[in-house]
T-cell receptor, first 111, second 117 residues
Framework: EDQVTQSPEALRLQEGESSSLNCSYT??????LFWYRQDPGKGPEFLFT???AGEEKEKERLKATLTKKESFLHITAPKPEDSATYLC????????????FGAGTRLAVHP | DAGVIQSPRHEVTEMGQEVTLRCKPI?????LFWYRQTMMRGLELLIY????????DSGMPEDRFSAKMPNASFSTLKIQPSEPRDSAVYFC???????????????FGPGTRLTVL
């Protein structure tokens, strides 16, 4: 069964304390892996798309990487404004344009 | 650039009433998606359209739910009759497909928070 699992469920960091969020997937024929950020009361905001193993994307303090079985979202020297829920989703062959979402990681960065 | 627009932002209704949620996708996007988000089940795809035609409605929970897309710039999700377990945040998203096999990015609206009493 096609599945996306994110870990940890919740993460508390001190400002400046770097860490990584994990997204593991079991789908056949990955077409794309997507990272979104969601703030309370808002819709998911697109961050990155990764298409093939070995690919990396960066934006400010965030860096996303992809292997054949998982993706990591690395957060370097986080600030309180990075606090949000980070969602991972995959699109796969045979799923056409459907996205399967993980449950998300709730990140809290404290000053 | 206007993003995906949804209305209303909040809806409170009583059990048994009809509820209609509305969505305007990003101009030029060929795909439109309806999702539901709850604490228990996370983000679930309900239905999606391509060029105004429903492609996959396997996520629609039951016959009480229906969705239409009469033109490229408007879609509705209707629940009739509504039940308390339908309380959730409903999101609309749209995308413009990439050529080839690579996946395309979906852009989400702000959501409609539905409360059924």
């Amino acid at each position: 069964e096609d599945q996306v699992t994110q870990s940890p469920e919740a993460l508390r960091l001190q400002e400046g304390e770097s860490s990584s969020l994990n997204c593991s997937y079991t789908v056949s024929g990955l077409r794309g892996l997507f990272w979104y950020r969601q703030d309370p009361g808002k819709g998911p905001e697109f961050l990155f798309t990764l298409y093939s193993a070995g690919e990396e994307k960066e934006k400010e303090r965030l860096k996303a990487t992809l292997t054949k079985k998982e993706s990591f979202l690395h957060i370097t020297a986080p600030k309180p404004e990075d606090s949000a829920t980070y969602l991972c989703a995959v699109q796969f062959s045979g799923g056409y344009n459907k996205l399967i979402f993980g449950a998300g990681t709730r990140l809290a960065v404290h000053p | 650039d206007a993003g995906v627009i949804q209305s209303p932002r909040h809806e409170v209704t009583e059990m048994g009433q009809e509820v209609t949620l509305r969505c305007k996708p990003i101009s030029g996007h060929d795909y439109l998606f309806w999702y539901r988000q709850t604490m228990m089940r996370g983000l679930e795809l309900l239905i999606y359209f391509n060029n105004n035609v429903p492609i996959d409605d396997s996520g629609m929970p039951e016959d009480r739910f229906s969705a239409k897309m009469p033109n490229a710039s408007f879609s509705t999700l209707k629940i009739q009759p509504s039940e308390p377990r339908d309380s959730a945040v409903y999101f609309c998203a749209s995308s413009l497909p990439r050529t080839g096999a690579a996946g395309d990015t979906q852009y989400f609206g702000p959501g409609t928070r539905l409360t059924v009493l």
